[in-house]
């Protein structure tokens, strides 16, 4: 009888064992499919931002045909770019600081195309110049987009980061070195309005 119930005892603990087996690979099943997600999702966020990127030749082109336009603007755009599109972030493990550089970067060119609009519009030749027009269209589509996609990463990134923090899951997590994603987070200064120039 002892035998036996030594028996019965390791029978339940393989079943326990099997069923804690089953249970961690599952969770780890489903880690992996939001990390590939939110890489996924982080594959699109460059997409966009190439995207922009890809754009300013297009710019240079248009108002280089200005000679009155002032070229130090023009230069702070086509090197915000290069400074820009030099960034590049492993999406599988990517860092707070990674994201936060990748952010400077890009406000850095968002910040000198914004400057470029504005003295565009001393330029009425230019503002009615077809291929201009067209550059801004596109960059307003291309921002649209950028915004998009930055949310969509942002949803995956929580998604992602909840379930690897949640209890149990985080024992798995921990054991198998899922570790959580940064997030965009708005620029300093983005809560205050713009100024209007006039």
Known sequence: MKGK???VLVIALVVIAGIALMWGVGVRNNFVTQKNVVESKW???????QKRANLIP???????????FEQETLTQVVEARAK???VNIDPTNMTEADMAKFQAAQGQLSGALGKLMMVVE??????ADQQYINFQREYTAIENSIRMETVNYNDAAREYNTAIQKFPNNVVANFTNFKDKPYFKAE???EKAPEVFK
């Open 5 to 7: 119930g030594c028996l």
């Open 58 to 68: 297009n710019l240079e082109r248009a108002v280089k045909s200005y000679s009155k």
């Open 188 to 190: 300093a200064g983005a």
């Open 84 to 86: 820009a599109t030099s």
């Open 122 to 127: 001393k330029y009425p030749d230019l503002k």
């Open 43 to 49: 594959s699109n966020v460059e997409t966009v931002y």
